[in-house]
């Protein structure tokens, strides 16, 4: 089986660095995804990390390490918009099907 | 060009009723999942259907099925709700074949279903 864990809830101020983490326990995976929802929102895809090692897409960047079992995504130049829910997810190799798991995410609150 | 679009946005039903929630993907994705997310938590996985057959199912009940059709669009129906039941459902859709590369998903806004 797999799951993710992740940290409920972190705080941090506009202009900031924050790290979000996700450890995680399975047997196996094709990578680690990060996805952002807003309240009342869908969820939305920020990153893949199909390979060990940091990934940037503007302000943000994920990272992951098989050996370790651990990814984060990194938010820098922190905007009151992303106050939002993170998820980080997993894609299990698992014979021929396909069932994905989220971790049950993270609330991200940034203050002026 | 359209996201995934889900009917109905908001329904409310009481115990032991069915309901049907419906799905249609981007335009080319042949890939529909559908997922449970209940208030603080993240999305369960239900179904995933590729080219119309089902390629993987959570660990949901048997009250839930689902079916994609010829279109590629999916509908989830759920009998004999129970109040538990109450919850948001996502459907996402994506482009490959499960297992193939980065198999971004897509959602859609989702159907907030209230079981009183």
């Known amino acids: 089986g797999q799951s993710l864990e992740q940290p409920s809830e972190v705080t941090a101020v506009e202009g900031a660095i924050v790290q979000i983490n996700c450890t995680y326990q399975?047997?196996?995976?094709?990578?680690l995804s990060w996805y952002q929802q807003h309240d009342g929102g869908a969820p939305t895809f920020l990153s893949y990390?199909?390979?060990?090692g940091l990934e940037e897409t503007g302000r943000f960047s994920s990272f992951l390490s098989r050996s370790d079992s651990y990814g984060y995504l990194l938010l820098q130049e922190l905007q009151m918009k992303d106050s939002a829910s993170y998820f980080c997810?997993?894609?299990?190799?698992?014979?021929?099907?396909?069932?994905?798991?989220f971790g049950r995410g993270t609330s991200l609150i940034v203050h002026p | 060009d359209a996201g995934v679009t889900q009917s109905p946005t908001h329904l409310i039903k009481t115990r032991g009723q069915h309901v049907t929630l419906r799905c249609s993907p981007i335009?080319?994705?042949?890939?529909v999942s559908w997922y449970q997310q209940v208030l603080g938590q993240g999305p369960q996985f239900i179904f995933q259907?590729?080219?119309?057959?089902?390629?993987g199912r959570g660990n949901f009940p048997d009250r839930f099925s689902a079916r994609q059709f010829p279109n590629y669009s999916s509908e989830l129906n759920v009998n004999a709700l129970l109040l538990g039941d109450s919850a948001l459902y996502l459907c996402?859709?994506?482009?490959?074949?499960?297992?193939?590369?980065?198999?971004?998903?897509?959602f859609g806004a989702g159907s907030r279903l209230t079981v009183l």
């Open positions: 335009s080319g994705h042949k890939s």
């Open positions: 997810a997993v894609r299990p190799r698992s014979g021929g099907s396909y069932i994905p798991t």
């Open positions: 990390n199909a390979l060990d």
């Open positions: 259907y590729y080219e119309k057959e089902e390629r």
């Open positions: 996402a859709s994506s482009f490959g074949q499960p297992g193939s590369g980065a198999n971004v998903l897509t």
């Open positions: 399975t047997s196996g995976f094709y990578g």
